[in-house]
């Protein structure tokens, strides 16, 4: 099984920076697509970002656009999102995803527990 740990979540002020990080671990990957989602109360979860394995390919929700930057470290399984000038509308619990294929006949499409993100304005 794969299993995901995000870390980096907190209380910050509007205009604020976040950081976070998701490490995947229980098996190897041949190839994956890692991503962030959030879901705000009373809202159904949205996508946020992802980044190919190559890292050559990233995408963005408009929202974030100009504001939020993945990364990613293929050797260390790791996922980042760089969040600048946060705004309360961010306030949200933060998911990470990884869909991957481990095997020429095994594919895999994981989440983690998700991390909690607050911006006060």
């Known amino acids: 099984q794969v299993q995901l740990v995000e870390s980096g979540g907190g209380l910050v002020q509007a205009g604020g920076s976040l950081k976070l990080s998701c490490v995947a671990s229980?098996?190897?990957?041949?190839?994956?697509?890692m991503g962030w989602f959030r879901q705000a109360p009373g809202k159904e979860r949205e996508f946020v970002a992802s980044i190919s394995w190559s890292g050559s390919i990233t995408s963005y929700a408009d929202s974030v656009k100009g504001r939020f930057t993945i990364s990613g470290d293929n050797a260390k399984n790791t996922v980042y999102l760089q969040m600048n000038s946060l705004k309360p509308e961010d306030t949200a619990v933060y998911y990470c995803n990884v869909e991957g294929r481990l095997s020429p006949i095994q594919t895999t499409n994981s989440w983690g527990q998700g991390t909690q993100v607050t911006v006060s304005s």
């Open positions: 229980g098996r190897t990957f041949v190839s994956h697509r």
